[in-house]
T-cell receptor, first 112, second 113 residues
Framework: SAVISQKPSRDICQRGTSLTIQCQVD?????MFWYRQQPGQSLTLIAT?????????ESGFVIDKFPISRPNLTFSTLTVSNMSPEDSSIYLC?????????FGSGTRLTVV | QKEVEQNSGPLSVPEGAIASLNCTYS??????FFWYRQYSGKSPELIMS????GDKEDGRFTAQLNKASQYVSLLIRDSQPSDSATYLC?????????????FGSGTQLTVLP
């Protein structure tokens, strides 16, 4: 299975600011996925990031709020923009492997 | 109707018992099904994948799939306290133009020593 390095692991941010989360994969992958897990909830897909094209966002998520970059086949970033306390969640990146989907270790974001 | 539904629990079983976790899904075209385990404060960890009708066994874990009934389950035999976690059912469901992994709400399992 692919190994994903995700950072930062956690951050506390002021409302109105932005945070960029990075994911580095140890192998080339076509698609990378970004999820949000709100406190006590399951995972919700934010967007799918393909290299060389714009990310595809799920209903309820927009590019202005969650811009994504995918400069190559091993790296992606998700930015949480103009944060509010409602953005406090765990953010996870994921890739599909031979046996299933692997997740990064997650970024625990607290907005104060 | 939710796309992936799990018995939300919480579920408690005594050590050594069998824990049974259930999941139904709405997309009849789904071909890939997964069970993830998530410890508190950690990211999901894949424990089983299943693609064909029937049973798939891996150690103490058995996944069961019935596509006609749109039902997938996970059995954990000889449950151990270390199995206490939230178990997430995930299904590859057609969303928009591509298939995407969709999660159920999770079942919190507690194995009592």
């Amino acid at each position: 299975s692919a190994v994903i390095s995700q950072k930062p692991s956690r951050d506390i941010c002021q409302r109105g600011t932005s945070l960029t989360i990075q994911c580095q994969v140890d192998s080339q992958v076509t698609m990378m996925f970004w999820y949000r897990q709100q406190p006590g909830q399951s995972l919700t897909l934010i967007a799918t990031a393909n290299q060389g094209s714009e990310a595809t966002y799920e209903s309820g998520f927009v590019i202005d709020k969650f811009p994504i970059s995918r400069p190559n086949l091993t790296f992606s970033t998700l930015t949480v923009s103009n944060m509010s306390p409602e953005d406090s969640s765990i953010y996870l990146c994921s890739v599909e492997g031979r046996y299933g989907y692997t997740f990064g270790s997650g970024t625990r974001l607290t907005v104060v | 109707q939710k796309e992936v539904e799990q018995n939300s629990g919480p579920l408690s079983v005594p050590e050594g018992a069998i824990a049974s976790l259930n999941c139904t899904y709405s997309d009849r075209g789904s071909q890939s099904f997964f069970w993830y385990r998530q410890y508190s404060g950690k990211s999901p960890e894949l424990i089983m994948s299943i693609y064909s009708n029937g049973d798939k066994e891996d150690g103490r874990f058995t996944a069961q799939l019935n596509k006609a009934s749109q039902y997938v389950s996970l059995l954990i035999r000889d449950s151990q306290p270390s199995d206490s976690a939230t178990y997430l059912c995930a299904v590859n469901i057609l969303g928009g133009s591509a298939r995407q992994l969709t999660f159920g709400s999770g079942t919190q399992l507690t194995v009592l020593p």
